[in-house]
């Protein structure tokens, strides 16, 4: 049982497809070889989305994750009988029990409980509270485990692995919180995960430019050249191998993101966009740059077809595994 990975899942927003990607992902029994999950939920909302997939996926009920079984499926109830499923729904009920799962593994984390973190999707609206003040879950995992600027957000499938310089901003903020140094600390924090969690000696790493064809030269903008390039600079004199500022366009139309190991887009439209078209169905977002393991499915609560038994589980699956091939990865490192 020590030996196993122990990971904690929350169940995100309950009137998504939360559940119905966790039930069919744990029915294979298969994922017990390679873990003990620990499921932070509510057993009558699992009893709930069990009959709408046909699921006969059974939870062994604890208190703590302590106390999880290596030979079952553990959950720990963060809720009260009371809640209610309402699918499709953006409910404050389900805000709250999204973030009372959050809370309660992050708790479990922190004390060593647990290895890793796998979340299912939340409603960014409904889960703002006064616990909850922030755009999404790496905000939240930054502020509950590192400083402004530790994390950063990266989608993974594959040999595909694009990060942002830049998270949860408007695009009209997005010149404006690019700086120098901002870059060259995330090309650190890159280049770091990608020798750490992904086992690449000598990572080399795509940056792309902010402006159309990379500000072709100031034509088109400066920060290519006034803030982007110094950053590469000061990169390549750390050993970090590096190259850019690449036009995005030409740069994915051509398939030269397959010549490298990393890619650092500047903001979360530029590097998402074309990684959900090229692997909406295998992708993981990954929260790089912490001393803890968080990994997510690269998709939302997708509420048009909650409740219908239509969800893949194909990008939550990938992203367990991706939590299990990490913490083996800093193990080794």
């Known amino acids: 049982m020590e030996n196993k990975i122990r990971i904690g899942i929350t169940h995100g927003d309950i009137n998504g497809v939360g559940y119905e990607i966790i039930l069919k992902t744990l029915e294979d029994s298969r994922m017990l070889d390679l873990c003990i999950p620990v499921v932070y939920g509510s057993p009558k909302v699992a009893a709930f989305y069990r009959k709408i997939v046909g699921s006969n996926l059974t939870f062994n009920l604890i208190n703590n994750a302590e106390d999880a079984s290596d030979k079952h499926v553990n959950m720990v109830n963060c809720c009260s009988d009371e809640i209610k499923v309402e699918i499709s729904q953006s409910t404050a009920m389900a805000g709250e029990a999204a973030f009372s799962a959050l809370e309660k593994a992050v708790r479990d984390l922190k004390d060593g ?11 960014k609206h409904n889960i703002q ?9 790496t905000e939240y995992l930054e502020g509950s485990f590192g400083q402004k600027g530790d994390a950063l957000m990266m989608l993974v499938s594959g040999n595909l692995r694009i990060a942002v310089a830049t998270g949860h901003i408007p695009v009209s903020k997005v010149s404006e919180n690019l700086s120098t140094e901002s870059i060259l600390g995330k090309l650190r924090i890159f280049n770091n995960s990608l020798q750490k969690d992904f086992g690449i000696r000598c990572p080399r790493i795509a940056v792309l430019g902010l402006n159309p064809h990379a500000g ?7 920060e290519e050249q006034e803030v982007i390039r110094p950053a590469l600079e000061a990169a390549l004199e750390e050993g970090i191998i590096c190259n850019g500022p690449l036009p995005s366009d030409g740069f994915f139309g051509s398939d030269n993101y397959r010549k490298y190991d990393g890619i650092l887009a500047m903001y979360h439209d530029q590097g998402l966009i074309p990684f959900k078209l090229l692997a909406m169905d295998s992708g993981v977002n990954f929260t790089a740059g912490l001393d803890i393991v968080r ?12 409740g219908q038994n239509k969800a893949s589980e194909n990008s939550f699956r990938q992203a367990l595994y991706a939590a299990i091939d990490i913490c083996r990865n800093r193990a080794g490192y």
């Open 295 to 306: 990994t997510s499915p690269d998709h939302g609560t997708a509420y048009d077809i909650a």
């Open 129 to 137: 509270s006064v616990h909850f003040q922030f755009p999404g879950h």
């Open 216 to 222: 072709d030269e100031g034509l088109l903008g400066t």
């Open 113 to 123: 409980h647990l290895d890793a973190i796998v979340t299912a999707p939340i409603n």
